[in-house]
């Protein structure tokens, strides 16, 4: 049996400024993989040379079969300090966003993905009340160049991820475990989002807007749903809330998330089928069970921003791929307005704290010469994007 997806039906492939660009060293996170008390096992460095190799990564885009490339732009190059824009940053994004319409590929732009300039951080980031109205400014900068070239645009890439790694676990930069500022973070991310939407629906260009988030399936022992209701809630609900009445949400998943009876995150079991590169658990049901959750909150659209798995074992990569995109199918025909599924990612990068080590491209990259290799998922998934089906 065939499944046939709706017509328009979007298939993309997704990276960031920070993963693949590199040499991006007026942000947080190049302070934070040099830091001495850094949690990453390496520095990005010149991550995949995609800043001067954008032409060819969008050239495989289209080569594959893919109808879209989501990637970011970097804040930091556009405004290297307070008020002081980069014509030349904008320039360059420009040129990008050029080549993917020259080559038939619909730009997605994520306007903020995980990094923020050092002239920001130093003021305390996503916790300062003032990075609202300075992150506004730069989206309002950024859409009046690029606007008119713009596919589809996400606002803040998993603000869950950046408060919650980044003011309470000590995983991302400022490597906090302050819970009262994980919550101003929380609360400016979220206000950050609504302000950046209004600015870029207000700008040249149209095309939808929406919020992306880190989500996942959950699971608790009987008696403990209260807590996992409350854990959800503050993870996902509280953004998921901020994103009604946008133009879509954004569900990115990979996971199960594991609650315990007292309400905190619990370990798998011993035996459970693990990502060893990324140390959680092989769970592609997680996408099925996002989607429905993020419709039963916003009531919006869905994008599947992000989806993959970090594998050397590029057959586990397509029964991923496989069975998370079984369970997309069955949410359509469940009636939910699912419009797109944007693999993560394009191409083998740099993974935040884990370094280079997880694999989740579709095509590899020498770290030596930087020349790429499409891996047999690539022309698999490809296939499948250029005929709208799965097997």
Request: glycine share 10%; charged share 25%.
């Amino acid at each position: 049996m065939t499944v046939t997806f709706p017509e328009g039906f979007v298939w993309g492939v997704a990276g960031a400024a920070h993963q693949i660009e590199g040499g991006n060293w007026n942000n947080d996170w190049w302070e934070w993989e040099h830091a001495a008390n850094t949690t990453c096992v390496e520095v990005s460095g010149d991550a995949c040379d995609s800043f001067n190799r954008y032409a060819d990564d969008i050239a495989l885009v289209r080569d594959l079969g893919f109808g879209s490339y989501r990637f970011s732009i970097e804040w930091s190059r556009i405004e290297p300090e307070d008020g002081e824009f980069s014509r030349a940053a904008l320039d360059h994004y420009r040129r990008m966003l050029a080549a993917c319409h020259e080559c038939g590929i619909a730009p997605a732009v994520t306007f903020h993905h995980f990094t923020t300039p050092r002239w920001m951080a130093d003021r305390g980031g996503w916790s300062d009340p003032t990075v609202v109205d300075k992150f506004t400014r730069f989206c309002e900068t950024a859409v009046a160049h690029l606007g008119d070239l713009i596919s589809l645009a996400c606002t803040i890439n998993e603000p869950n991820v950046v408060s919650l790694l980044g003011y309470l676990m000590e995983r991302f930069p400022p490597g906090l475990a302050d819970f009262g500022l994980y919550a101003k973070a929380a609360e400016h991310l979220r206000d950050g989002h609504s302000r950046a939407f209004d600015v870029i629906k207000a700008g040249p260009g149209d095309f939808p807007v929406g919020l992306t988030l880190s989500m996942s399936d959950w699971w608790t022992p009987e008696g403990g749903e209260a807590g996992l209701e409350r854990a959800r809630a503050m993870h996902e609900d509280y953004y998921l809330e901020a994103a009604r009445g946008n133009d879509f949400v954004g569900v990115q998943a990979y996971t199960l998330t594991r609650i315990g009876l007292d309400g905190l995150p619990m370990d798998p079991p011993a035996d459970a089928p693990m990502v060893e590169s990324m140390g959680y658990e092989y769970w592609p049901q997680a996408l099925e069970a996002s989607i429905r959750h993020a419709v039963d909150v916003t009531g919006c659209p869905v994008y599947v921003t992000e989806n993959g798995i970090g594998t050397e074992d590029d057959p586990t990569r397509v029964k991923f791929v496989t069975d998370a995109l079984q369970g997309l199918d069955r949410c359509l025909a469940d009636g939910l307005d699912v419009r797109g599924y944007v693999y993560w990612s394009l191409l083998d990068n740099f993974e935040w704290a884990e370094g280079y080590k997880p694999r989740f491209g579709l095509v590899a990259v020498d770290r030596e010469t930087f020349v790429r290799s499409p891996k047999p998922s690539a022309a698999w998934l490809g296939a499948h994007a250029k005929a709208n089906t799965l097997p």
